[in-house]
Structures are given as structure tokens and as C-alpha cells.
């Protein structure tokens, strides 16, 4: 594989993961079905949503790149305070997030094979799919 390939290779793989974090599950799947049961109704929600979402996501990379130092890094030089409660925030959501997309992901997966196979099974392949991709990283 030559060198530009690589390169738009590693340029795509972080921001499909950006994007991935950017419009999760929730938006996909929730945000539609909430559209079709109220309508309009719940347009300032979504709105809210945004304004209070966007300056994590654009000021969180914008303070990795021009420090050098991780989030982590930077919620510890604000105070052990702020530090546990990123971390309690983190470790609380963790799990049911990655189950969410996990599940989400194995239930498109199971619909496009045309099934026959339980969606945990489907799940679980996911998953070490995912873990052999991280480990060739």
C-alpha cells in the first residue's frame, strides 16, 4: 500500500470514529422515532441538544492539538474535582453506551444477512472484530 493511500486511510479511520461519537445511536435511531411520534413538538430539545453538545466537540480537539496534552490530562490540571467527575461520568455511561451501539450494529448487521442467527451472536462477532482491529493498531 503506498504512503497516500496509508495516509487517507488513517485520515478516514478518525473521522469516521469523530463522526461515530458525533451522531450515535441515539441520534439515529431516537431522534427519528421521536420526530414520527411528536412531530415538531420536540424541536427545541434537539436544538438544546446541539448548542450544549458543540463546544465539547469543538473545543475538546482544539485543546488536544494546540497543548499536546489529553482531555485527561487537562481535567487533572483543573482540580482532582474536576478529574472525578469526568471519570465518574465516563465509567457511569461506558458501558450502556457501547452496548447500545454494539447491539444497534449487530441488529442492522443481522437485517442486511438476512438473520438466522441470534442478534447476541452478531453482537459478540462485532465486538471481536472491533478488538482485533484496536490490537493491529
Known amino acids: 500500500m503506498t ?12 473521522g469516521l ?19 414520527g411520534e411528536y412531530g415538531w413538538g420536540l424541536l ?6 446541539n448548542v450544549c453538545k458543540y463546544p465539547f466537540f469543538e473545543f475538546a ?3 488536544a ?20 467527575i469526568f471519570l465518574l461520568i465516563t465509567v457511569g455511561t461506558m ?3 457501547q452496548a447500545a451501539v454494539t447491539l ?11 438473520g438466522g442467527i441470534r442478534v447476541d451472536v452478531y453482537a459478540f462477532a462485532i465486538m471481536l472484530v472491533c478488538a482485533f482491529l484496536i490490537h493491529l493498531r
Open 44 to 49: 427545541w430539545a434537539v436544538v438544546a441538544a
Open 61 to 63: 480537539p482544539r485543546y
Open 104 to 114: 444497534v450494529n449487530a441488529g442492522l448487521l443481522g437485517i442486511m444477512l438476512g
Open 17 to 35: 470514529l469523530y463522526a461515530g461519537a458525533a451522531v450515535g445511536v441515539s441520534h439515529l435511531v431516537q431522534s427519528t422515532r421521536a420526530g
Open 3 to 14: 504512503q497516500k493511500l496509508k495516509a487517507f486511510f488513517a485520515v478516514l479511520g478518525s
Open 95 to 97: 458501558f450502556t453506551i
Open 65 to 84: 492539538i494546540a497543548t499536546g496534552k489529553s482531555l485527561q490530562e487537562g481535567y487533572h490540571l483543573l482540580g482532582r474535582w474536576a478529574f472525578g
